[in-house]
């Protein structure tokens, strides 16, 4: 059973260039979320997929984000036009219905 | 308000020794789960232990243990025999809701520094 995995690990861009991150969740869970953590705070949450469908968007999520999950399997999240505040590491998590999360690596973006 | 509290931003514990690691909470949802992941140094978060609001029990997982008193809105981790790998970041988090219940929101985490 592999865990959560995330690619890339890191990603360094200049401000104003776009990003995606991948995330293939743990093969049974129909659940997938995107969290962001910046340095000295918890996690705080961004999106969340049930199979294919994204049920649940933070107000964190602003325009230049994007996520999808076409298959209901893995996920991907763009953000356009980086800025610095961008700056953090992304994580994401997977589940079955009512069961705890669990968590990738995460990938840590560096905004230049 | 905070619904996560960890009031705790960095804890010394002495290798063997137990070590209680404080978190408080605020719903209003009486459905609701609590649970605790530990963080390392390299970046992954662990999940360690859960707690359902409506569990009549203190949930146990090996050398964890969560102290909830659902009256006073706390979720203490219990770490015994404590051990240098224990030395992490330690979150608490909060799902409210039953059913289709989703995120997490998280404390802004506890820094436990396991000595010799």
């Known amino acids: 059973d592999t865990g959560v995995s995330q690619d890339p690990r890191h990603k360094i861009t200049k401000r104003g260039q776009n990003v995606t991150f991948r995330c293939d969740p743990i093969s049974e869970h129909n659940r997938l979320y995107w969290y962001r953590q910046t340095l000295g705070q918890g996690p705080e949450f961004l999106t969340y997929f049930q199979n294919e469908a994204q049920l649940e968007k933070s107000r964190l999520l602003s325009d230049r984000f994007s996520a999808e999950r076409p298959k209901g399997s893995f996920s991907t999240l763009e953000i356009q036009r980086t800025e610095q505040g961008d700056s953090a590491m992304y994580l994401c998590a997977s589940s079955n219905h009512n069961q705890p999360q669990h968590f990738g690596d995460g990938t840590r973006l560096s905004i230049l | 308000a905070q619904k996560i509290t960890q009031t705790q931003p960095g804890m010394f514990v002495q290798e063997k020794e137990a070590v209680t690691l404080d978190c408080t909470y605020d719903?209003?949802?009486?459905?609701?789960?609590l649970f605790w992941y530990k963080q390392p140094s390299s970046g992954e978060m662990i999940f360690l232990i859960y707690q359902g609001s409506y569990d009549q029990q203190n949930a146990t997982e090996g050398r964890y243990s969560l102290n909830f008193q659902k009256a006073r809105k706390s979720a203490n981790l219990v770490i015994s025999a404590s051990q240098l790998g224990d030395s992490a970041m330690y979150f608490c988090?909060?799902?409210?809701?039953?059913?289709?219940?989703?995120?997490?929101?998280f404390g802004t985490g506890t820094r436990l520094q396991v000595t010799l």
């Open positions: 719903t209003s949802d009486p459905s609701y789960g």
């Open positions: 988090a909060m799902r409210e809701g039953g059913g289709t219940a989703s995120k997490l929101t």
